[in-house]
């Protein structure tokens, strides 16, 4: 069963900004809270990878080709997780996804970034 839903996607210039967004309405807080989750993306003709993640205790590890540029957050209380993405490079052009690290639920529909000018 899809456990998240995200938003905020769309078409970013090359050096822009956006902030994506994942709910979690149908999880109660006492499921959300303890979950590790993670941003992915998937793009054109590649395998979906972990962009970022964010533990219970708020710990957030990137990549080290993208520290610096992305920043994740949460609140437990909202069931939301966002995703802040600055200085946008074309390669960051793909599917969105949140889902909790291991043992991933059933994948949402994702939100579609496209970076281009």
């Known amino acids: 069963q899809v456990q998240f839903v995200e938003s905020g996607g769309g078409l970013g210039p090359p050096g822009g900004s956006l902030r994506l967004s994942c709910t979690a309405s149908?999880?109660?807080?006492?499921?959300?809270?303890?979950?590790?989750l993670g941003w992915y993306r998937q793009a054109p003709g590649k395998e979906r990878e972990l962009v970022a993640t964010?533990?219970?205790?708020?710990?957030?590890n990137y990549p080290d080709t993208l520290k610096g540029r992305f920043t994740i957050s949460r609140n437990n209380s909202r069931k939301t997780l966002w995703l802040q993405m600055n200085s946008l490079k074309p390669e960051d052009t793909g599917v969105y996804y949140c889902?909790?690290?291991?043992?991933?639920?059933?994948w949402g529909r994702g939100t579609q970034v496209t970076v281009s000018s």
């Open positions: 889902n909790r690290i291991r043992d991933p639920y059933s």
């Open positions: 149908r999880m109660i807080f006492s499921t959300f809270a303890p979950l590790d």
């Open positions: 964010i533990d219970s205790d708020l710990n957030a």
